[in-house]
C-alpha cells in the first residue's frame, strides 16, 4: 500500500525554482514523511525532470512556458497550453489529495496552487527572490501563505524562512584546490554572456599553471561552446581546463573552488554562502524587479563578492578580477568568511515547520 500524498511540491523552470524544492523535500523526509508521500510536479520544458528524479522522487511535469511580453501568435499557443495545464493540475490534486501544496513560482506553479484552491488544499508559495514574481503574486491573490528568502518582501502575512538549499550543502565541508580553481557557470540553462567571457579567458591563460578552470555551459550550450574552445585551443597550451555541459555534484565543486564566476539568482546565492565560496557575479540584466543586481550588491556591500556587470562581461574584465583574486589567498579567506555569514542554513528547516503547521490547520 502506498503511503498517502503529504505533499505537492510544484514549479520549475530553472534550477533556482527547483532546487529549493528539492531542500524541503529532503528536510521533509528527514523528519519522517516518506519520500513516496511526496510529488513533485514540474514544466516539461525545464532541467526539474532530470533534477527530481536523479534525487529519488517522483515528478509529473506539465505543458507550458512563459507568455512574451507583447503580442505574437505564439502567445495563443503558450495560452492553450496554460489551460491543459491547469486541467491536468486539477486531476493531480484531486487524485493525490495532499495535506498541503507549496509553489516556488515557475510555469508549473501557478496550476497547482490554483488547483490546491480549487480542492480546498491548504497553499503555501515560498519566493526565492527580493521581489515576488508574477506566478506568487497571483496564488497569493488567492489566499496561499507567502514565505520568503529575504526581507522586504511585500505580501500579506509573509513568513521569513530563507531560500532552502539541499542537505549537502548544508554539510559542505571547503578544501580549496591547490592550484586554485575557478568554477564558472551560468546556472542550469547556462549563460551566453558568461560562456563567451570564459572562452576568452582560457585565450588569455593558456599558457598559466598556477590556476585551474570548471566550466559548466549548460546542456543546450555545450556543444557551440565547445566549437569556440576548439578554434582557440593550441598544442601545448597549459591550462588545466574543464568544459562540461552539466555538473551533478555542485556541492563537491564548490567545495574544492577558491572562487566562482556565475549569474546572481536567488538559488545561486543561497549555495555561494552557505558554502563559503567567494564569487564575480554577473547579475542577468532584465530580470524581474532587477532582482539578480539586488542580490549581488547584499553580497557585495558585506564583502563576499565583487560585481561585474553583463555587458562588461568578458575575458579581459574577468582575467582582471580573477587574477586579483587567486593570487590573494587572504582576500579569498576574508571573502569566504564574509559569505558564511550571510547564509541562512537552517532555511529548509523553518520552511518545512510552515509546511508541517499549514497542513496540520
Given at each position: 500500500?502506498t503511503?498517502?500524498v503529504?505533499a ?7 534550477g533556482g525554482?527547483t532546487y ?15 519520500g513516496?508521500?511526496i510529488?513533485?510536479v514540474?514544466?516539461r ?6 533534477i527530481v528524479?536523479?534525487a529519488g522522487f517522483a515528478?509529473?511535469l506539465l505543458p507550458?512556458?512563459?507568455l512574451?511580453?507583447r503580442?505574437t501568435?505564439?502567445?495563443l499557443?503558450v495560452i492553450?497550453?496554460?489551460v ?6 486539477v486531476?493531480i490534486?484531486r ?5 498541503v501544496?507549496?509553489?516556488f ?7 497547482c496552487?490554483l488547483?490546491a484552491?480549487l480542492?480546498?488544499?491548504p497553499?503555501?508559495?515560498h519566493?526565492q527572490?527580493a521581489?515576488?514574481g508574477?506566478?506568487?503574486?497571483i496564488?497569493?491573490r488567492f489566499?496561499?501563505q ?6 522586504g518582501?511585500d ?6 524562512t530563507?531560500n532552502p ?5 548544508r ?14 557557470y ?5 549563460a ?9 579567458l582560457y585565450?588569455l591563460?593558456r ?8 566550466h559548466i555551459?549548460?546542456?543546450r ?7 569556440a574552445?576548439e ?5 601545448g597550451d597549459?591550462?588545466?581546463y574543464?568544459?562540461v555541459g ?10 574544492r573552488?577558491?572562487v566562482?564566476v ?8 543561497a549555495e555561494l554562502?552557505?558554502a563559503?565560496?567567494?564569487a564575480v557575479?554577473?547579475?542577468l ?7 539578480q ?6 553580497l557585495a556591500?558585506?564583502?563576499a563578492?565583487?560585481v561585474l556587470s ?8 574577468l582575467?582582471?578580477l580573477?587574477s586579483?583574486l587567486?593570487t590573494?589567498?587572504?582576500r579569498?579567506?576574508r571573502?569566504s ?5 550571510l547564509?541562512?542554513?537552517?532555511a529548509?528547516?523553518?520552511?518545512a ?9
Open positions: 500500500m503511503a498517502p503529504f505537492i511540491l510544484a514549479g520549475g523552470g530553472t525554482h529549493p524544492a528539492l531542500a524541503l523535500a529532503q528536510e521533509l523526509v528527514a523528519r519522517g514523511h516518506p513516496e508521500s510529488r513533485f514540474g514544466a520544458r525545464g532541467p526539474e525532470g532530470r528524479s536523479e515528478i509529473e507550458g512556458r512563459g512574451q511580453r503580442f501568435f505564439e502567445n499557443g492553450l497550453q496554460t491543459a495545464a491547469l486541467a491536468r493540475a486531476r490534486v487524485r493525490d489529495r495532499p495535506r501544496v507549496v509553489g513560482g515557475g510555469y508549473a506553479s501557478l496550476p496552487v488547483a484552491t480542492w480546498r488544499v497553499r503555501i508559495v519566493e527572490d521581489v515576488m508574477l506566478a506568487n503574486r496564488a497569493v489566499g496561499a507567502a514565505a520568503a528568502s529575504l526581507p518582501v505580501a500579506p502575512g509573509v513568513v521569513l530563507g538549499v539541499r542537505a549537502e550543502f554539510s559542505l565541508t571547503r578544501a580549496p584546490q591547490h592550484p586554485p580553481l575557478v568554477a564558472v551560468g546556472g542550469a540553462l547556462g551566453g554572456s558568461i560562456n563567451r567571457a570564459a572562452v576568452e585565450d591563460w599558457a598559466r599553471t598556477d590556476v585551474a578552470v570548471h555551459a549548460g546542456e550550450n555545450v556543444a557551440r561552446v565547445r566549437d574552445f578554434r582557440v585551443r593550441r598544442p597549459a591550462l588545466d574543464e568544459l552539466y555538473e551533478r555534484h555542485m556541492d563537491r565543486l564548490m567545495a573552488a577558491s566562482a556565475c549569474r546572481a539568482g536567488a538559488g545561486t546565492i554562502t552557505a563559503g565560496l567567494p557575479l554577473v547579475p540584466p532584465g530580470a524581474p524587479g532587477d532582482h543586481h539586488r542580490n549581488a550588491r547584499t556591500e558585506a564583502g563578492a565583487v553583463d555587458e562588461e562581461c568578458d575575458g579581459a574584465h582575467d582582471s580573477l586579483g587567486v590573494r589567498p587572504d579569498l579567506a571573502m568568511q564574509a559569505a558564511t555569514t547564509a541562512r542554513v537552517d529548509a528547516a523553518r520552511l515547520d510552515l509546511v508541517e503547521a499549514r497542513a496540520r490547520a
